[in-house]
């Protein structure tokens, strides 16, 4: 018997022959700090907590969300990770080291010319709104308000979970929120401790919220309009940074940039 | 929130304690812990009070399902409590392990689970899928049966979602996880809620959870199960693009539309994204087609309205009666296969293999036959809807090959018509002919031919 007669007669009527449910898609963007001021523990430190931190959220989509991961870093020059978004089951850290200036303005405009549906967001069905999540431990060395210009034009940013992360004193938190758009988004890290908790936190809070459904609280009254809801999961990020921030066992041991 | 400590241990309530072994989990309101109480080896979940709005009102209903028991062994139900901590910042109860041989639910939809190296940390694909559609059907019929029980206990679910279950892919067997926020039906201990799993009413923010959303609940799961799809994700939703916290208010609250709706076809499943829901939609006989629309239609807006456990457990029954599983490897319902005009009789397009079929006195359609096929107790005995116990089985004879027969596996005696036209009595173990003029008595319920 030939193959096309075989096929002919080949029934597609099996119902357990099915693909994986349809998901929706979720890219988490980490934009990386990688100047010269971050050499040593800071780069240290961020570098063993992205690495342990990739196996430890690898299920966090469950069935509903295909997550993704994106890794900006930025210095002099600007670099992504891997030229396209990786499948987070797959992603694997490779070890940053940090040389020249601090070029957050350029850092901006590339993202925002990646968060667009031609470029890294092209999941066919739907998509959360990304994370963002920002790292820095210095100020810009260029025009970072003509960057945040260009990404406050770009609706999946202003819809995406934004959150930064300063790292030692000279990190500016003020200039940090008008990336978030919120202070409560914005937290600050002192010491090698502090900075290795708080990436693994936010990343797992942040990316546990981005990639599910909103959560409905339980104490409404009557019906939600479209106001109510607007932002909920930014708000609720903000609120759960804020814990994270204010628990009590969020370290306090030695700053990075004392007692040397 | 209070973390607990490998080699901790926990007092509990009625005395003695449990030492605190692993962590196993963590979700939405506290970890779970591997724990030894007395030499046998529980689970304990462990609660933040922080993130419970009213813990003694909690605690006391857990207390309470404690007291009434599960509502069947499908339930990983809570065993014991733990005494409350002198400074009053955590609390648990133990349940028994998850049995092993369970995939998740969540495994289940992907079809694929993770198997992590120790070693290396490397994670490796495998493969999840039942073993048989007759074990996909029996894991629907376990699962609706499992809400039908607790229901009739009074209780309701309230946070039904992809991660209340774990399924064995083997046998259809239903394990029910997560049972904490069971609560008398029209009493909330401050569960929220996943839009896409909740009733529309809930997402909207008019309606508490009750038995009725839970209804709603239960076919999106089962809707998931079977068509692997949302229900409500089609056209409209994808114009989307970005899932916003006002699309999902809109698509699952406000603007609910079924994929199928017949009235409505605005948000009609997309091909290429949602060819799962497409193709089995096809395959799916129509009973099981109306069932889901009238849920997910007039459902929406009249949750008294939505199908009942009975009535799904009693269309899911008939689902498994009508697979064919022919001798060609070609497995699916008989609405798939070709039939005579009264469906008395299917064949094979493939192999051109022909199944004849037994019409029950206690049924309302007939039930095609064919080699490895088994009848249950809610076939065979009067007034009964125990779709577990075998009380039959469909088998080649011994002696002669491609000779199709029934092998009394009830325990009783049945009267059976031979082709000599005499009646038989065929004991339990023994067997007899399918033949053109076959007529059983099974002692309160008949069959014929």
């Keep these: ?260 | 929130m209070l973390e607990l400590n490998a080699g901790q241990s926990i007092e509990m309530e009625y005395g003695g304690s449990a030492k605190v072994l692993k962590v196993l989990g963590s979700g939405g309101q506290g970890i779970v812990y591997l724990v030894d109480f007395g030499g046998i080896n529980y689970a304990l979940k462990w609660y933040d009070v922080n993130k419970i709005k009213n813990p003694q009102a909690f605690r006391k209903n857990i207390e309470r399902n404690i007291n009434d028991g599960a509502p069947s062994d499908k339930f990983l139900w809570p065993k014991y409590l733990t005494k409350p901590m002198p400074d009053n910042d955590g609390f648990g109860y133990l349940m028994d392990l998850r049995p092993e041989g369970y995939d998740s639910f969540v495994d289940i939809l992907n079809m694929y689970k993770l198997d992590v190296d120790p070693l290396t940390g490397r994670a490796k694909k495998i493969r999840v899928q039942f073993r048989s559609l007759f074990a996909l059907i029996t894991a629907v019929i376990n699962i609706v049966n499992a809400f039908r029980q607790l229901h009739r206990a009074g209780k309701s679910y309230q946070d039904l979602n992809d991660g209340g279950f774990f399924i064995n892919v083997e046998t259809g067997d239903v394990m029910v996880c997560d049972c904490d926020n069971i609560a008398p039906d029209g009493y909330n201990f401050g569960i929220g809620g996943k839009p896409g799993y909740m009733a529309p009413e809930i997402v909207r923010g008019v309606a508490k959870p009750d038995v009725q959303t839970d209804k709603y609940s239960l076919a999106v799961v089962l809707f998931k199960l079977l068509f692997r799809g949302d229900p409500m994700e089609g056209e409209k939703v994808i114009k989307d693009i970005c899932l916003t916290e006002k699309s999902e208010l809109k698509h699952y609250g406000k603007e609910t539309v079924f994929v199928f709706d017949p009235n409505n076809n605005t948000n009609r499943p997309v091909r290429g994204i949602h060819d799962n829901v497409i193709k089995f939609w096809g395959i799916y006989p129509e009973y099981i087609r109306k069932a889901f629309t009238y849920t997910f239609t007039v459902g929406i807006n009249e949750p008294s309205k939505r199908i009942i456990e009975n009535q799904w457990q009693k269309l899911f029954i008939r689902l498994r009666n009508e697979i064919i599983s022919c001798q060609c490897g070609r497995t699916t319902f008989a609405s798939s296969f070709a039939s005579n005009q009264d469906n008395s009789a299917y064949k094979c397009q493939k192999c051109g293999a022909e199944f004849p079929t037994l019409a029950f006195s206690n049924c309302n359609y007939r039930i095609p036959v064919y080699i490895g096929k088994k009848f249950f107790a809610c076939e065979t005995v009067a007034g009964s809807d125990d779709f577990q116990t075998i009380t039959g089985e469909v088998v080649e004879n011994k002696l002669k090959k491609g000779m199709m027969g029934i092998k009394n596996l009830s325990g009783n005696t049945w009267n059976v018509k031979m082709p000599d036209g005499k009646i038989y009595k065929i004991e339990s173990g023994r067997g007899f002919p399918i033949w053109q003029g076959l007529s059983i008595d099974f002692g309160g319920v008949t069959a014929h031919i």
């Design chain 1, 1 to 260: 018997m030939n193959d096309e007669f075989e096929k002919s007669l080949d029934f597609d009527d099996d119902p357990l022959n099915a693909m994986g449910v349809s998901r929706k898609s979720l890219v988490i963007f980490f934009l990386i700090d990688t100047s010269g001021s971050m050499k040593g523990t800071k780069m240290g430190e961020l570098n063993t907590a992205m690495e342990e931190l990739m196996p430890e959220i690898r299920r966090v989509g469950e069935a509903d969300t295909d997550v993704k991961v994106a890794v900006l870093t930025f210095a002099t020059h600007l670099a992504w990770m891997y030229p396209e978004p990786i499948s987070i089951e797959e992603f694997e850290w490779s070890r940053l080291s940090p040389a020249g200036i601090t070029n957050m303005g350029a850092a901006f405009e590339e993202l925002a010319i990646r968060l667009s549906r031609n470029s890294f967001l092209s999941s066919p069905s739907l998509s959360f709104a990304p994370v963002i999540f920002l790292m820095t431990d210095g100020y810009p060395s260029d025009d970072y308000k003509r960057g945040l210009k260009k990404l406050n034009e770009n609706s999946w940013y202003k819809h995406g979970l934004k959150v930064a992360l300063g790292i030692g004193k000279e990190a500016n938190d003020d200039m940090l929120a008008e990336f978030t758009g919120t202070s409560d988004t914005v937290v600050h890290a002192y010491s090698g401790g502090q900075l290795a908790q708080l990436i693994k936190k936010i990343a797992v809070t942040s990316s546990q919220i981005g990639s599910k459904s909103m959560t409905l609280s339980d104490d409404t009254t009557g019906e939600i309009s479209f106001e109510d809801v607007s932002e909920s999961k930014q708000k609720q990020l903000g609120e759960q940074i804020q814990e994270i921030v204010n628990s009590e066992d969020y370290p306090k041991d030695i700053p990075f940039d004392s007692g040397w």
